[in-house]
């Protein structure tokens, strides 16, 4: 399972990320994180990736979230996606 989220700060560090998924968030450690630089460089997307076999629950939930919550200054969206390429 993969997750998505959009318009990070653009100084946003994989770190940064995990503190926000696991210990703001509460949810289990990925197995994958990368942020890449977003829309003109204006603010970053992180790809999450979960175990294949994690509960589609997990994405929900995540979705739910993140999805609006207010980070640094940036409003954020969160998609469960398919695949990202390596």
């Known amino acids: 399972?993969?997750?998505?989220?959009?318009?990070?700060?653009v100084d946003t560090s994989i770190d940064d990320v995990l503190v926000?998924?696991?210990k703001q968030l509460g949810?289990?450690?990925p197995t994958d994180v990368r942020v890449d630089a977003g829309d003109g460089g204006r603010n970053a997307v992180a790809f999450v990736r979960y175990p294949d076999?994690?509960?589609?629950?997990l994405g929900k939930v995540l979705d739910e979230?993140?999805?609006g919550l207010h980070y640094k200054g940036h409003d954020l969206d969160a998609?469960?996606?398919?695949?990202?390429?390596?």
């Open 20 to 22: 926000l998924l696991t």
């Open 79 to 86: 998609a469960v996606t398919h695949k990202f390429k390596e």
């Open 27 to 29: 949810a289990p450690e």
């Open 1 to 9: 399972m993969q997750i998505l989220i959009s318009n990070l700060p």
């Open 53 to 57: 076999d994690s509960p589609a629950a």
């Open 65 to 67: 979230k993140i999805s």
